[in-house]
Structure formats: structure tokens, C-alpha cells
């Protein structure tokens, strides 16, 4: 598939995409449900609350990321596939304390209870914190990529876009700015800044991940996919939003018409929804553009990049 | 210092070992200093509160376990600064969720406000999740250990410990054993087995992660520091039990007599507290014991054991 036109495919009617998606959907459930913990034994109920807060469920948006960025690196599917377990372990862990009470307070994810909701609070403190611990521990798995030295920076990379400069800074500037009135709300250039971080970090985490298991990239190539990796991480936040803003909660399973409930600044709240649209469409146009010097093998990117856009949910 | 006389010194009155514990505890203040995010920028308030979490408190015992294993492989302390510092970290992170409301819900932690006292719970929920990013992210540093395929086994080993059959696991048995009648308290088995992976992982992970920053080990001598640090890590905790139904809040500061309100199991509450000081002499021969084939390049190690066993706070 040509660059030119996976830009105006609809990848959800596209058959190749769709079934590419799917097989590698299914890979990642089946890592998974290896490194997850058995739940038996004596701390059963904490290994049985980690598979319920990451089996079963979820776009896998962040392992395809993974999956096709690793087409340019010409890098195995079956190698790939822990890193991408990796950075999905660190989205749910991320998922299951953004859910807690003294944060989102919210009930419903993926179709299901949330893991406090489900389980306790405490519990799902620990399946939070012990997940995080998890995509590390399969990150630095003995032999799982030859070169140690690509193994160190991958850990690396993740930890710094899990951290304080990356996904939980995000998270800390998002509780700050909510709940403020409309006239005390962040720019747009505060907003983008908040989700280069909160969503942005992990997404360009979940890119380089998959690109740094195959051969070496040269410095152009590795700058093309941050490019990209920026751009489709605020496409997809700019489309949350406007989700959340639109579907309903059945269709999203997790709770709609959050974000104004809560007063959390959105791009819808900053922009409206029309010009939302147009931004998501700008971004995915951008993704594109970034990666066009790669050609081919950039393909899938390309696909994702529409999906992120063109999702209804 | 021989073991022999190691174990009958006072560590307390030993000016060698004290003037050793100082130095570096203050070489692990100054390398946490340097890697916490500054004070400043979007997540300010984040950045703050890791550093409010983290620094100018504690005994630091597990990074001074590290250093004392490094001397039996010979690795400079500039090098095992920084993996003690990954391992301070977790347990900085563990003692900031452990204080939450979910958990313990205490108020009062290294003589200061625990961290949701003093900020909010949501900013203490991302303090503990960024503080265990930061671990890995130091201890994945670029150059930090010539060898990488070592670097790689190190991560792997303090996610291990960290995780949910590690810290994390051994809180989630905690979780479950407390506010039980006793009646239905765990027998001294369960106890033993609940501290060994809750307090034990980190410690055992303190020692391995310090022996393995110099010359690689035979097998042997790395047995002989998994035994070590089995019996101290126990001995940390039976003291612990101790401390907690006899020192005052003002010595411990954190909050004293904890335990039994709770209704956890201890060590006192399985065996009152002259048993459990006799136990905590028998783990204290043990590690000494355990340290004998190393020979002199344990001394430091004795004496932790030592200081472990006869603190006051």
C-alpha cells in the first residue's frame, strides 16, 4: 500500500489492515498472558487483578504502534512483541491508578468495572505499581535481544516516558489544570504540551521500542519516526476528546461526557468540535508527511495513523 | 574488623563504621539530589513532592547494604552509588503508597508529613509511580556499567524484587493477613514467607545489585550473600516488629504501635517480644554465618547485620 493511498483508505474497511491488526491483537494477548503472573498462590489475588486489568480488553493501540514501526527496521514479529507487551504494561498500569478515587474516580473501563471497583483500593494500588515493575522485568529478559547495549536504552527510553519528564508529568499538570473555570484554563500551547507528555510520551515510547529491535536506523530515519510518533500522539488525544465529548458510553466502554463533567480542559473545550475535527485531520496529514522518506516499509505506520484518526471509539 | 569481632561490636559505638555508614549516606543524598527532576518547570509540583519523598531522611539501609557488597567483589563506590540510589528509590516509592489512605493511611513518615499529608493523595499516587520509573531509568543509564549484558541482569533483578513476586506481592499478602482475629493469624511460616518477599526482595535485591557492580562472583560466594541477605532481611523485620510495639513515635518517626491497632500480624503478636528479640540474634548469627567463606572483604557486611539488629529506631 502506497503512502498516497493509506492516507485516504479507511483502514477499518480495510481487509489487509484489519486482519494484520488482529493476528498481531492476538499475539500481544498471548504475551501477555504468559509474563502475567498466575493467579495462584499466596498472592493469587493480586496476580488475578493484573490479568483482569490488562487481559482481555483494549485497541492495543501502542503494541500495533510497535508492530509497524518495527517494518522499518525490518525487525521479527516474534521479538517485537515483548517490547509491545512492555510498553501495554505500562498503559494499564497507567489506566488502573488513573481510575482510582483520589484521581478520575472512575468506574467503568473497557466494558468493566474498573480494578478498584472490581477488586479493592489497595489492590489496585499494587496491580498498578506491580505491572509498572512487570514491563521492566520483561523489557530486560535475558536473550531477548542479542546487542545488551540496544537492550539498556530500551529500558532506557521507557522508563523516561513512563517518569516525571514524561507520562507521569503529564499527569500531575493534568490534575492541576482541572477543575479550573473557563477563563483560568490552559492555551492550547499548555494543552499540547500537557498531552506531549500524558499520552505523547508512551505512544513515541511504543515507537522507537519497535523500531529499536531490528537493524540500526540511521539518525534520519529515527528522526522521521519521532516526527510521526508526535504527531499521531496528539491525534490521538485530540480524537479522545472528541469521543468523549460524542460517543456514548457504551460504544467507548468507559464513562462518556467525562471530561466536561469533571472540567478537565480538552481540545474540545479549547477549541470546539468542529475545529477539533480539523486538527485530528492536520495531525494525521503531518504523520504522513513525516513518514514519507521511509517509503514502503512505513506502511503500517501510515494505516495507523488513519485508524488512530478515523476510530469511533 | 574480623567477623568474630564484628559480632560482638556495637555498631552504634564503632567510629569506623559510623564515620563509613556517614560518608555514604551522604554520597546517596548528593546522587539523589542530582537524578530527582528539579523543582521547576510544568510538573513543578510533582517534582517537589519526589524530592520531598526521597531526600534528607531515613537510615538508608539498603543502599549501605549495597556498598557493603560491593566491597566483596571489589567494585568502587562511585560505580555502586548509583544502584544503591535505584534501589533507595523503590523503597522510597513502596514507603509513599504504603502511607496512602487505601494502605496504611498514616500521617506521619521519617519524622515529617507523609507525602499525601503534606501535598494531596493524587500527587502521591504519581510521586510512587515516577519514583519506581526513576529507578529503572538510572540504573538503565548510558555508560553506567561497562558490561551491558550485566546492566540488563541488574534491571531484570530489581524489577523482580519489586514486583508481584517480590515487594509488591508481599504487600498484597499483608494486605489480606491484617485486621484478621487471632485466631485466624498467619502461622510463623506465613509470616516468614510474607516478609520475605515484602522487606526481604529489596534487600536481598540491595546486595546482589551492589556485589554485581565490581568482579564477577562464583557461584558460591553469590549463595553465600543470598543466605546473608535472607537472614538480614528477616532480622530487619522481626526488629521492625519490635521497634514498632516498644520505641516511642519520636525516636521511630513514624508512627508507633501501629501494628497492633491495625490488628497486623507481627512477629510480636506471633511470639511476644523476648522470642522475637531471640530470633532476631539467631538471624543475626546467621548472616554472620553466612558472610564466614567470604572472609575479611565482608567486614562491612557484619557489621550491617549488626546495626540492623541493635538499632533503636
Known amino acids: 500500500m502506497s503512502v498516497a493511498s493509506s492516507r485516504t483508505a479507511n483502514p477499518v474497511s480495510d481487509v489487509t489492515f484489519a486482519?494484520?491488526?488482529?493476528?498481531?491483537?492476538?499475539?500481544?494477548?498471548?504475551?501477555?498472558?504468559?509474563?502475567?503472573?498466575?493467579?495462584?498462590?499466596?498472592a493469587a489475588r493480586l496476580a488475578a487483578?493484573?490479568?483482569?486489568?490488562?487481559?482481555?480488553?483494549?485497541?492495543?493501540?501502542?503494541?500495533?504502534?510497535?508492530?509497524?514501526?518495527?517494518?522499518?527496521?525490518?525487525?521479527?514479529?516474534?521479538?517485537?512483541?515483548?517490547?509491545?507487551?512492555?510498553?501495554?504494561?505500562?498503559?494499564?498500569?497507567?489506566?488502573?491508578?488513573?481510575?482510582?478515587?483520589?484521581?478520575?474516580?472512575?468506574?467503568?473501563?473497557?466494558?468493566?468495572?474498573t480494578v478498584h471497583v472490581e477488586y479493592d483500593e489497595a489492590t489496585a494500588?499494587?496491580?498498578?505499581?506491580?505491572?509498572?515493575?512487570?514491563?521492566?522485568?520483561?523489557?530486560?529478559?535475558?536473550?531477548?535481544?542479542?546487542?545488551?547495549?540496544?537492550?539498556?536504552?530500551?529500558?532506557?527510553?521507557?522508563?523516561?516516558?513512563?517518569?516525571?519528564?514524561?507520562?507521569?508529568?503529564?499527569?500531575?499538570i493534568d490534575l492541576e489544570a482541572t477543575g479550573r473555570t473557563r477563563e483560568q484554563r490552559p492555551e492550547l500551547s499548555e494543552l499540547e504540551f500537557m498531552h506531549i507528555h500524558k499520552t505523547g510520551a508512551l505512544i513515541r515510547a511504543a515507537v522507537l521500542l519497535g523500531a529499536a529491535c531490528g537493524e540500526p536506523l540511521a539518525a534520519s530515519e529515527r528522526a522521521a519516526l519521532d516526527r510521526y510518533a508526535r504527531a499521531v500522539g496528539l491525534a490521538f488525544q485530540v480524537v479522545d476528546d472528541v469521543l468523549d465529548a460524542e460517543a456514548s458510553t457504551a460504544t467507548l466502554g468507559k464513562t462518556a461526557g467525562k471530561d466536561e463533567k469533571q472540567g478537565k480542559p480538552t481540545y474540545v473545550t479549547a477549541l470546539g468540535r468542529a475545529?477539533?475535527?480539523?486538527?485530528?485531520?492536520e495531525l494525521r496529514a503531518e504523520a504522513?508527511?513525516?513518514?514519507?522518506?521511509?517509503?514502503?516499509?512505513?506502511?503500517?505506520?501510515?494505516?495507523?495513523?488513519?485508524?488512530?484518526?478515523?476510530?469511533k471509539f
Not at 127 to 149: H, W
Not at 288 to 311: E, N, T
Request: glycine share 8%; hydrophobic share 50%; net charge positive.
Open 19 to 42: 486482519a494484520w491488526s488482529r493476528e498481531r491483537q492476538q499475539r500481544i494477548e498471548s504475551v501477555l498472558e504468559r509474563v502475567l503472573p498466575a493467579g495462584a498462590g499466596p
Open 49 to 113: 487483578a493484573m490479568r483482569y486489568a490488562t487481559l482481555g480488553g483494549g485497541k492495543r493501540v501502542r503494541p500495533l504502534l510497535a508492530f509497524a514501526a518495527a517494518q522499518v527496521s525490518r525487525a521479527s514479529d516474534a521479538r517485537v512483541a515483548l517490547a509491545a507487551a512492555a510498553v501495554e504494561l505500562i498503559h494499564a498500569y497507567s489506566l488502573v491508578h488513573d481510575d482510582l478515587p483520589c484521581m478520575d474516580d472512575d468506574v467503568l473501563r473497557r466494558g468493566k468495572p
Open 125 to 172: 494500588l499494587l496491580v498498578g505499581d506491580a505491572l509498572q515493575s512487570l514491563a521492566f522485568q520483561i523489557l530486560s529478559q535475558p536473550d531477548f535481544i542479542e546487542n545488551a547495549k540496544v537492550q539498556v536504552e530500551m529500558v532506557h527510553l521507557l522508563a523516561a516516558a513512563a517518569g516525571s519528564r514524561g507520562m507521569a508529568g503529564g499527569q500531575q
Open 275 to 281: 475545529a477539533a475535527r480539523e486538527l485530528a485531520e
Open 288 to 311: 504522513h508527511a513525516a513518514l514519507a522518506p521511509l517509503g514502503s516499509r512505513a506502511g503500517r505506520l501510515g494505516s495507523l495513523a488513519d485508524f488512530i484518526v478515523l476510530r
